[in-house]
């Protein structure tokens, strides 16, 4: 395995990069020294091997244009996991990977210095951008030997996906060369529009865990899509299997998937594996996956003989692979921040070595694709008059990620009280969405960046204290059980209007304490009035609100009334269990 | 898999019956003699003692019983359960039961076989009010009992 990012970083570091927190390390003439010295050549460096080349994108959330896009400062789980691959962040990341303070590798892979580093490094991703490093792949490698394959969450995210129903993503794909995808918020257009968008898809849309749960029909328990591919690269048979989000019909409306049965289904999985293996005499298996990082690392230990396992769903930027079972796992991040390559060197019919770096798509340093731009500008000029509006000013950070509490969602859940008159505001614990700066302007296209949903209805309805209390265990216990395959790869839904105290190690149930709702200890007896949007939470409630406004226009009113933004920093959460946001392995701060 | 649904096919009328309500298929007598007051006042138990009449039972891998990891729907959730057991007429599997632990009424399907079954497999969906574990108990023709357990979780979601 090459880590030659890691190589020029160390360039970087000899060049006196040097990590004080909080000083500015490019100030002056020498800081812009260094980034001149960081190129186009450096960040594609690779030292190639074999024949087969897998590049691996996932959860773009159809970020066409290069963002702002800050990794968690908290993220927490059951303290068995926390330290491990997909359970670190800030410093435990770069302890774990032995990332410098200062370097680039520390803008894209943690949040440490973000708002410094975004303004010497700027945006992340874009499309046009990320042609340009995989068509320097394929010149290199000869295009014949290059899979681009896609880990799905990549439809949804952004206003020109939903307003054009996902097909501006699908032209970028098809701009791209994806080769094969599998899906999780791309079901949320809904199934006659997934339909007629894979057929719009020049790729191969494939998933071996959705299947026909209509008991009436001819095609009952039959996959929905085909369950795998195989493709000859590089001289080499290399088979793919499709792994959809599993629990998709209980994280997003099921309406949309009516009929269709979402699970793990790791034992059809195996026998997949096999076939392939077998029957079909493949060099390599593949599992491209929408699972999350942590459930596919349970996964490797259920079901034998993947080689590769390119995963998606959770977010994690993972510099290195983590092998479990003679299996490999990667993942390539999110919001288009990186292309991952993965050289394969087949030899008597099987993987006798390969590398794999992650490409971080810094747009400052890779010159955009010309055909990308007008790609970009294409999709987005019928609608630049409603999202270019600036609707107000930020004076601090607003970003997503977070376990607990971010302040993007913050000014969401004031937003909604505002307009509401409610008591307390949930809103849902996505892992996708933007990062603004302090002093940037707020576009309309920004709020659509954290709220572009087909389901965008805020729902004000009542319900009871305990029912409250239950309902937030409930979420705790998919966010923080300690079985990963319990979990669905979310964070905590955020809450307005309340705090609570938590301890994760807690039994299911019993984690939440000293909960307050607009400054009284919660009553299990009482009424609250309580909006919420993206999720299901409505279905618990009573005495409903007609009014359902969309949950982008309403945060768009409120920043529009209040001109300029001010959240504060401070999270409404305490944790008993961690002094830290990103604890290390044996969940020490 | 075309093979299962062919074989799903010519279950459909067993399966249907289970969905309309599992008392059809109970052996009537033992269901007399143990049967607590109220239909849904089930303890474990007490089901399990009215399917045994007490007698050991032992936990087996011979059972494989499918369930999902987490629900979809907690009203319908799937449950698949196959016995690796001959089905001859010396020794073969007479009954599977399913029970749902924390249900009210915890006996959720009970399905006897005959040599002419052909194969120990039963395929159904049960209501599952909240996260449990999901058993299925089989009896041989030779009055042993064996079991296996599943939990699933089952939750109103909220996170993507």
């Known amino acids: 395995m090459e880590i030659n990012r890691r190589d020029f970083l160390q360039i970087a570091v000899a060049l006196g990069i040097f990590g004080a927190t909080g000083t500015n390390l490019f100030a002056g003439e020498a800081g812009k020294e260094r980034i001149k010295n960081m190129s186009f050549s450096d960040i594609v460096s690779f030292e190639p091997k074999g024949k087969v080349t897998l590049l691996h994108i996932c959860d773009m959330h159809a970020h066409l244009k290069p963002l702002y896009w800050r990794e968690p400062s908290t993220l927490i789980s059951a303290d068995t996991l926390v330290g491990t691959p997909g359970f670190i962040c800030g410093e435990s990341f770069e302890n774990y990977y032995g990332i410098e303070a200062g370097s680039l590798d520390q803008y894209f892979d943690t949040h440490g210095n973000f708002e410094m580093l975004a303004t010497k490094f700027g945006k992340m991703g874009g499309v046009a951008h990320m042609k340009t490093v995989i068509e320097h792949i394929r010149k290199e490698r000869g295009a014949n030997n290059v899979l681009l394959l896609d880990s799905g ?21 098809n701009y791209l060369g994806v080769d094969v995808m599998v899906g999780h ?38 996959t929905i899509f085909p369950p795998y591919t195989i493709k000859e690269v590089g001289g080499a048979k290399i088979g793919i299997i499709g792994q959809s989000f599993p629990f998709t019909s209980t994280a997003n409306p099921k309406k949309y998937t009516e009929g269709w049965s979402f699970a793990l289904r790791h034992e059809s999985l195996q026998e997949y594996v096999d076939m392939l293996r077998g029957e079909k005499k493949v060099d390599a298996v593949v599992v491209l996956s929408h699972d999350g990082f942590s459930v596919d690392q349970e996964l490797a230990k259920k079901v034998n003989g993947i080689d590769f396992i390119l995963s998606g769903h959770t977010h994690d930027p993972s510099p290195k692979p983590i092998i479990v079972n003679n299996t490999v796992i990667l993942i390539a991040g999110s919001h288009g921040k990186y292309v991952g390559r993965l ?30 731009e007008e790609l970009v500008e294409k999709w987005y000029k ?8 600036v609707l107000g000013t930020t004076k601090g950070l607003l970003y997503k990620r977070d376990t607990f509490y971010s302040t993007f969602d913050a000014l969401i859940g004031e937003a909604i009280m505002d307009a509401m008159k409610s008591d307390i505001v949930f809103t849902p614990g996505y892992r996708w969405g933007t990062t603004l700066l302090g002093g940037d302007q707020i576009l309309k296209d920004n709020v659509y960046e954290m709220t572009a949903i087909t389901y965008p209805e805020v729902y004000t309805f009542d319900l009871k204290g305990e029912a409250i209390a239950k309902l937030m265990e409930d979420i705790a216990d998919n966010v923080f059980n ?62 409903l609100a007609k009014e359902t406004p969309a949950v982008y226009e309403v945060v768009s009113d409120y920043i529009r009334k ?10 409404n959460v305490k944790i008993l269990d961690y002094d830290c946001g990103c604890p290390k392995a044996g969940a020490k701060c | 898999m075309i093979q299962r649904r062919n074989f799903l096919k010519g279950l459909g009328i067993v399966v249907a019956t289970a969905i309309a309500g599992t008392p059809a298929l109970l052996n009537a007598a033992e269901e007399k003699a143990k049967a607590p007051k109220g239909p849904n006042e089930f303890s474990y138990d007490m089901a399990i003692a009215a399917i045994t009449s007490g007698k050991a039972i032992e936990t087996s891998d011979k059972i494989d019983l499918v369930v999902p990891e987490i629900a979809e729907n907690g009203a319908v959730v799937p449950v698949k359960v196959t016995v690796n057991h001959p089905m001859e007429e010396s020794n073969y599997i007479k009954a599977i039961h399913i029970l749902a632990k924390e249900n009210n009424n915890v006996r959720c399907a009970d399905v006897m076989l005959t040599p002419m079954s052909g194969k120990a497999y039963f395929a159904t969906r049960i209501k599952l009010g909240k996260t449990q574990d999901v058993v299925a108990l089989v009896e041989t023709s030779t009055g042993n009992f064996i079991m296996t357990a599943k939990s699933v979780k089952v939750t109103i979601g909220g996170c993507g």
Do not use: C, H
Request: negative net charge; hydrophobic residues 35%; without cysteine.
């Open chain 1, 382 to 389: 019928p609608y630049n008059e409603e999202l270019n509006e």
């Open chain 1, 562 to 571: 209040k001109k300029v933004i001010d959240i504060q920093m401070t999270s």
């Open chain 1, 482 to 543: 300690p079985n990963p395959l319990l979990q669905q790869g979310g964070d905590m839904s955020r809450l307005t209007g309340a705090s609570y105290t938590i301890k994760i190690a807690a039994p299911s149930g019993k984690r939440i304490s000293d909960f307050i709702i607009s400054g009284k200890p919660l009553d299990p007896k009482k009424t609250y009035r309580v909006s919420s949007w993206g999720g299901n939470l409505q279905n618990a409630g009573e005495n």
């Open chain 1, 343 to 372: 050289d394969l060197d087949i030899k008597d019919k099987k993987v006798a070595g390969y590398s794999f770096k992650l490409i971080p798509i810094a747009s400052n340093l890779i010159p955009a694709d010309k055909a990308g």
């Open chain 1, 153 to 173: 969450d990549t439809w949804q995210g952004t206003a020109v996906a939903l307003k054009t129903g996902g097909e501006a993503i699908v032209d970028a794909q």
């Open chain 1, 185 to 222: 918020w791309e079901f949320t257009y809904g199934k006659e529009r997934v339909m007629e968008l894979i057929k719009m898809f020049k790729g191969e849309f494939i998933s071996q865990n959705v299947i026909d749960n209509d008991p009436f029909s001819d095609t009952f328990e039959e």
